[in-house]
């Protein structure tokens, strides 16, 4: 199994590789045109409803902010607002959309600030690529950094979602371990309970987690753009009952997880 070192290492390579993607993807406000922009614009809608609770000039830090588009956003509404993030790359374009000073490298696992600094602090795509330890370490820095009654905003890959990426990553890693070579990154898979369980042993008073994205877009991509577009336009309207009802949640593409300090 690779080290932990080794999975912080490759997430943070495999960003800097893949930042004009990443940037690219952002340009589009084309939900049906991507599973990315899909999946995205779902969990956009469940951040914003966490936005709108914040207080009126709230503090918050925005973990792994890649290109800057949520620090943007902030901003502009008023708030004030850090980042992190770790890929060279990903700072080098996040510049393009908010003041270069705004955010810094660095990590999850050692957030230099003090205690209870932030209303508001979200990670969203960061922990599936920490392994289980680093993924408990960074849970316990969130709350840390926390004030009292903040509030938390992350999202996480599901175990049993019906795109069969957990079986993808499978196959995939068992072909490198043939081949002598490590994956091309770690991915840690989670449940509802799983992170229900983690984030309240992390310290979090308050948990409640839902699903997004039900269908296997990224699977019916592959497949056929336009039968994958056809599906989404079908789905998008339903996907409150599709994957943030009790039997669909456990089998739906993302887990978003929004829990109080």
Not at 29 to 46: E, H, V, W
Request: glycine share 8%.
């Amino acid at each position: 199994m690779p080290s932990a070192d080794w999975s912080r290492r490759r997430a943070v390579d495999v960003h800097d590789e893949t930042a004009n993607i990443f940037a690219s993807e952002y340009s589009s406000d084309d939900a049906l045109d991507s599973p990315f922009r899909y999946g995205r614009s779902l969990i956009d809608r469940a951040w914003a409803q966490c936005v709108a609770k914040l207080p009126p000039q709230a503090t918050c830090l925005d973990i792994g902010c890649g290109v800057g588009v949520y620090m943007e956003r902030l901003l502009a509404a008023g708030f004030s607002v850090t980042g992190i993030e770790p890929s060279a790359e990903m700072r080098r374009l996040a510049a393009e959309h908010v003041p270069a000073a705004l955010v810094s490298g660095g990590s999850v696992l050692d957030l230099k600030f003090e205690a209870e600094s932030f209303d508001f602090a979200f990670a969203i795509e960061v922990f599936r690529y920490l392994n289980t330890a680093d993924n408990e370490a960074g849970h316990r820095e969130v709350v840390r950094v926390l004030k009292r009654g903040g509030l938390y905003f992350g999202t996480y890959v599901n175990k049993w979602a019906l795109d069969g990426f957990r079986p993808f990553a499978w196959v995939n890693a068992t072909a490198a371990r043939l081949r002598g070579v490590p994956p091309r990154y770690h991915v840690e898979f989670e449940t509802p309970a799983s992170i229900e369980t983690k984030l309240l042993a992390a310290g979090f008073s308050q948990v409640v987690v839902h699903g997004a994205m039900f269908a296997p877009l990224r699977m019916l991509h592959k497949l056929s753009r336009g039968l994958a577009r056809n599906v989404a336009k079908q789905t998008m309207p339903h996907e409150n009952t599709l994957s943030d009802s009790a039997w669909g949640r456990p089998f739906a593409g993302h887990l978003i997880a929004i829990a109080r300090r």
